[in-house]
């Protein structure tokens, strides 16, 4: 390097390029890969700056090996600083002890405070020794209580061993020393404890003392105390007297454990004495000991929240468990009650209940207060179900508990504002759940029309007698309709029409109207909800379902589903403008053109597509026609306006119900495929394909113009396709007729397809039709192909797709052709390859005239169609000769084009007509020479290879390049 450059880099570094990365073996002037220079100013600042980029790179892997290093003993002062056992200045001795060299010229910092220089080097060993041992997992407090847990409990077990096993080996004397001994000195232990502050020992011995005393009850039960009593009650005593003694013991000794050990235990006694009496007396038993409960809460809640924190939330916990526990029991007890007498004790329990639950929601402030509203509404209303539920007959003992939830939510409007809303949720949701039982029967009843389809315009009236089954749920659906319109004072719900429809189309039904008349009350009560809807739009769908259920009805007679379906189209079409009015009045109105058509005879099927047709019109004229309508309760404004505008609306239902018009009939579309078969059996006549529907057409054709007319012009070619299609298959006429409609119908979408993309799909769909249906006969083949070719060819000269339209003519050429060599009975293979191959060469052609390509997609199809069948067929002297002299001018061709794909097909075909050719002679001359003249000349032209193996190489290499620079 020259004398301004930098050293060559020293050995510490592996010196390479610093372009291409080449190792160097020393100072070069430049790179001998890449030939990058390295001498030179530049060359020198480069060394220098790839030594300080190595030097950066070592310094930051040290940097991030102490960082994490640094991190861990961070970690272990934070576990140490947890438990409590992390000595001063740890975080100060592990920094002076992870940074070698720390003086007093350098002080860590500990949480924002700087250390002395003398305490962090003085603590370097503490520091070391402290990164050595592991981390503690657990705190000593916990450890504590762990071991103080399993003593307990090892002391308890060996206590029940011991009265269980070897109580009967001591006498009356040694038993009462026993006993009096373990328990005396087991409760006074914790005060003992207590005053050298070992809290948690005491705590511990303390419950063992407790859990002592319900075994000296156990073990005086064994020596015969109290025999008259029964076991059950013995228990309950026991259990209340040491529950007793807990609250007792917690109060003297001042332990904090015995007195949630008492609230636990007291929820035993009651229930117990109560079994052994009689399940008369549960439910009064288990809502005092929940009542106490809540007096236990509230009495915690006035004392110190520290002190008292877990002795609420163990007597919240008793209080829902005993609350939930009383409430079930309770409202199985009255369920199962015969008479009203047996219910009322169970009753009058569960008002103490409800009362109970209202007391402590008064004394909630969060948001947990709906836990005991809910348990206080259930209460009370299965008490004042209770004593009315037996003097009832099976089918109506859910009514008393509908109107009780009824009565509950009444009364929960009396409630502060903080409980109301709960209260009055409650009560409405137990009234909904109590008459779940009752809406099946209701549905299957609603719903019987759907069963007697079969007997549809039977010409009888549908008669049935009165169903006393479903009078319980009118009665039921007649109640919560009230009282959701008395609640719409304070807060406006659709909960008045809910239930209010339903009960008026069950009166029809339950009390037996007959047929008519229940028939009108279906009518007028769609006509009133009609009515209503014009102030109140949630009464649409009411509306709704009632003209539902008067259609299904009014299908038993004829002339009855005319009445319904004309009367329900002029009330909606008359009444109000409403988004729900349009589809009301489309629906009605194509039900109506459906029930004529079917009434006339037609296929219920086509009926069904030519009305929902007409439905779809209905709805786009009266998307042009109904002026916007405004209700008090929904004004839309700005976007939301627009969108549910009547037009607008109008519009999209309308091609919902055009979509949905081409179900019905999707058999005759689908038939449509069937004029393909001719393609698989050609000139054999046409297989049976039509069948007379004469309303398919029709109801496709008003579908497609509503379609059109609503979206896009050019939706006009796809529906009009489809309906060009569909006529041959379900219009009887003429094979010509047929024929001259599909080339027709192909012309008409080549030439929307001059200005709109779809039509041209349209018009490959109906030309292959078609086609399809031409290849029946021979004389239709000859006749069709030449009129889709010309269309073909105007749509190349007229349209933009010139390429495309090109193609099509040109195959179709083709194709008339082969058609004419078939009807002349030609045999010659040529006659059927030819044509189609000389329209793909013509087409490659026309596609190299823009731009500059590979000739093997433009030539290579045409040509191999061309020569390969020829090669392929039966090998004669005038074939032979016009197949050589056509891959000759082909070879010439590609070569004077510089052609990749005619010279190399062009060749590869010369060459296989000469070696088909000469082919004889050679196996003649094979059979005639001595056999060793093969084997000296296959050797003498190996050693002549060999010779000037290097020549021919580079003559392969010149030939292979060659071809390749072809085109």
């Keep these: 390097m020259h004398s301004d450059s930098a050293k060559f880099p020293a050995a510490g570094l592996r010196p390479s390029c610093p372009e291409c990365g080449n190792p160097l073996s020393g100072p070069l002037p430049a790179c001998p890969r890449c030939g990058l220079p390295?001498?030179?100013?530049?060359?020198?600042?480069?060394?220098?700056v790839d030594g300080a980029l190595a030097s950066l790179r070592a310094r930051e892997a040290q940097l991030l090996g102490r960082r994490a290093q640094l991190l861990g003993l961070l970690r272990a002062d934070r576990e140490r600083f947890a438990t409590g056992s992390r000595s001063s200045g740890g975080l100060v001795e592990a920094e002076a002890e992870g940074r070698p060299g720390a003086g007093a010229d350098e002080q860590p910092m500990v949480a924002g405070v700087r250390g002395s220089a003398g305490g962090a080097a003085g603590s370097g060993a503490d520091a070391r020794a402290s990164a050595g041992r592991p981390s503690q997992e657990v705190s000593r407090r916990t450890a504590q209580n762990?071991?103080?847990?399993?003593?307990?409990?090892?002391?308890?077990?060996?206590?029940?061993?011991?009265?269980?096993?070897?109580?009967?080996?001591?006498?009356?004397?040694?038993?009462?020393?026993?006993?009096?001994?373990?328990?005396?000195?087991?409760?006074?232990?914790?005060?003992?404890l207590l005053r050298r502050g070992l809290t948690s020992t005491a705590e511990t011995v303390g419950v063992l003392g407790l859990a002592l005393t319900l075994l000296d009850g156990y073990a005086a039960r064994r020596v015969g105390l109290l025999d008259s009593l029964s076991g059950t009650d013995y228990a309950a005593g026991a259990i209340g007297l040491t529950a007793l003694v807990a609250a007792a013991y917690a109060r003297i000794v001042r332990l904090t454990l015995p007195m949630p050990i008492a609230i636990v235990l007291i929820q035993v006694p009651l229930p117990l004495l109560a079994i052994d009496a009689s399940r008369t007396w549960l439910t009064v038993a288990l809502t005092a000991t929940a009542a106490l409960d809540a007096g236990v809460w509230i009495a915690a809640g006035r004392a110190a929240a520290a002190r008292t924190r877990g002795l609420r939330v163990t007597a919240a916990v008793c209080l829902g468990t005993t609350g939930t526990i009383a409430l079930m029991t309770g409202g199985y007890l009255t369920v199962i009650a015969e008479t009203a007498g047996a219910a009322l004790p169970h009753a009058g329990a569960l008002v103490g209940l409800a009362a109970v639950g209202l007391i402590i929601a008064l004394r909630v402030d969060d948001s947990t207060r709906v836990l005991p509203v809910v348990l206080a509404?259930?209460?009370?209303?299965?008490?004042?179900?209770?004593?009315?539920?037996?003097?009832?007959?099976?089918?109506?003992?859910?009514?008393?508990?509908?109107?009780?939830?009824?009565?509950?939510?009444?009364?929960?409007?009396?409630?502060?504002?903080?409980?109301?809303?709960?209260?009055?949720?409650?009560?409405?949701?137990?009234?909904?759940?109590?008459?779940?039982?009752?809406?099946?029967?209701?549905?299957?009843?609603?719903?019987?029309?759907?069963?007697?389809?079969?007997e549809v315009w039977a010409g009888t009236a549908w008669l049935w007698g009165p169903i006393d089954s479903v009078r319980p749920a009118t009665i039921a659906f007649a109640l919560l309709a009230l009282a959701c319109a008395v609640l719409a004072r304070w807060r406006?719900?659709?909960?008045?029409?809910?239930?209010?429809?339903?009960?008026?189309?069950?009166?029809?039904?339950?009390?037996?109207?007959?047929?008519?008349?229940?028939?009108?009350?279906?009518?007028?009560?769609?006509?009133?909800?009609t009515a209503v809807a014009t102030s109140y739009q949630a009464a649409t769908w009411a509306a709704g379902s009632a003209a539902a259920q008067a259609v299904a009805w009014s299908l038993a007679m004829e002339s009855a589903t005319y009445v319904t379906l004309g009367v329900l189209f002029a009330a909606w079409a008359i009444l109000y403008r409403r988004p729900a009015a349009l589809t009301g009045a489309v629906l009605s109105g194509g039900g109506l053109m459906w029930a004529l058509l079917a009434g006339a005879g037609l296929p219920v099927l086509d009926s069904c597509a030519v009305g929902l047709a007409v439905a779809a019109a209905l709805a786009l004229a009266a998307g042009y026609v109904t002026p916007p309508a405004k209700h008090d309760d929904d004004r839309p404004s700005g976007r939301t306006e627009e969108v549910w505008s009547p037009r607008t609306f109008g519009h999209g239902l309308a091609v919902v119900l055009a979509t949905l018009s081409v179900l019905p009939v999707i058999d005759a579309v689908a038939s449509v495929l069937g004029s393909y078969v001719p393609a698989f059996t050609p000139w054999r006549g046409l297989p049976q394909l039509v069948e007379q529907r004469l309303l398919v057409a029709p109801a496709l054709?008003?579908?497609?113009?509503?379609?059109?007319?609503?979206?896009?012009?050019?939706?006009?070619?796809?529906?009009?396709?489809?309906?060009?299609?569909?006529?041959?298959?379900?219009?009887?006429?003429?094979?010509p007729l047929v024929l001259a409609l599909l080339v027709a119908g192909t012309a008409a979408a080549a030439a929307v397809a001059t200005r709109n993309r779809v039509g041209a799909g349209a018009a490959l769909w109906l030309g292959s039709l078609a086609i399809g249906w031409a290849l029946a006969f021979q004389w239709a083949t000859l006749a069709v192909l030449p009129a889709l070719a010309l269309v073909a060819g105007a749509s190349a000269v007229l349209g933009r797709a010139r390429f495309a339209a090109m193609a099509i003519a040109g195959l179709l050429v083709a194709g008339e052709a082969v058609a004419v060599a078939r009807a002349m009975a030609v045999e010659a293979v040529e006659a059927y390859t030819l044509p189609f191959a000389l329209v793909l060469l013509a087409l490659g052609w026309w596609r190299t005239r823009s731009r500059q390509i590979s000739s093997w997609p433009v030539y290579g199809p045409g040509l191999a169609l061309a020569f390969g069948p020829s090669l392929l067929a039966e090998a004669g002297s005038l074939r032979s000769l016009l197949l050589g002299i056509a891959a000759l001018a082909v070879t010439l061709a590609g070569a004077r084009g510089r052609l990749q794909a005619p010279a190399v097909l062009g060749g590869l075909t010369l060459a296989a007509v000469t070696l088909r050719e000469l082919a004889p002679w050679i196996a003649e001359l094979v059979g005639v020479v001595p056999r060793w003249v093969p084997i000296a000349v296959g050797g003498l032209l190996l050693l002549v290879v060999g010779a000037t193996y290097e020549a021919r190489k580079r003559d392969l290499i010149r030939l292979k390049d060659a071809v390749a620079r072809l085109r």
């Design 38 to 48: 390295l001498s030179g100013p530049v060359a020198a600042e480069l060394w220098q």
């Design 377 to 454: 509404a259930t209460a009370l209303t299965l008490a004042l179900s209770a004593p009315i539920r037996p003097l009832l007959r099976d089918g109506w003992q859910v009514l008393p508990y509908t109107a009780a939830a009824l009565a509950v939510m009444a009364l929960a409007v009396l409630l502060p504002s903080r409980l109301r809303t709960a209260g009055v949720a409650s009560g409405g949701v137990l009234a909904l759940v109590s008459v779940l039982p009752l809406a099946p029967e209701a549905a299957i009843v609603l719903l019987s029309p759907l069963s007697r389809l079969d």
């Design 492 to 529: 406006r719900n659709p909960g008045a029409l809910v239930f209010g429809t339903p009960a008026v189309m069950l009166v029809a039904v339950a009390y037996g109207l007959g047929y008519l008349p229940a028939l009108a009350v279906f009518v007028a009560l769609a006509l009133l909800l």
């Design 146 to 192: 762990l071991l103080l847990i399993l003593g307990g409990l090892l002391l308890t077990v060996a206590a029940i061993v011991f009265i269980a096993v070897s109580w009967g080996h001591l006498g009356i004397a040694g038993r009462s020393a026993v006993l009096a001994a373990i328990t005396g000195v087991t409760l006074a232990v914790p005060a003992l």
């Design 701 to 735: 054709a008003l579908s497609g113009a509503v379609l059109t007319l609503v979206t896009r012009p050019a939706a006009a070619a796809v529906a009009g396709s489809i309906v060009v299609a569909v006529v041959p298959v379900t219009v009887p006429m003429p094979y």
